[in-house]
Nanobody
Framework: QVQLVESGGGLVHPGGSLRLSCAAS????????ITWFRQAPGKEREFVVG????????YYADSVKGRFTISRDNAKKTVDLQMNSLKPEDTAVYYC???????????????WGQGTQVTVSS
């Protein structure tokens, strides 16, 4: 079973950028699609973006399309999320999750990281 650890969160001004990373342990990383979710205070966890096992397929939420870019390196067992043009409404705890395919609902994921806080504020 794969284990996931997120990093790269922090405080950034509106319009700024952050790069999150999801690092995996275990030999089966390349068998999993990886999806990023986020959860803002008082709100439900929501889908952000997912990437297939090979990296050939990606799927973005409309709210981040054109601003966020997901990529993966199976040799390094990492999935990165480049976030540009950040807005205050992007403030949330960001989680990466593993599943057999890209999932848009949290109940579809098998394994979760602990999350990393992203705060967009002036």
């Amino acid at each position: 079973q794969v284990q996931l650890v997120e990093s790269g969160g922090g405080l950034v001004h509106p319009g700024g950028s952050l790069r999150l990373s999801c690092a995996a342990s275990g030999r089966t990383f390349r068998m999993y699609a990886i999806t990023w979710f986020r959860q803002a205070p008082g709100k439900e966890r929501e889908f952000v973006v997912g990437i297939s096992q090979s990296g050939g397929n990606t799927y973005y939420a409309d709210s981040v399309k054109g601003r966020f870019t997901i990529s993966r390196d199976n040799a390094k067992k990492t999935v990165d999320l480049q976030m540009n043009s950040l807005k205050p409404e992007d403030t949330a705890v960001y989680y990466c999750a593993a599943a057999s395919q890209i999932v848009t609902m949290e109940r579809g994921a098998n394994v979760w990281g602990q999350g990393t806080q992203v705060t967009v504020s002036s």
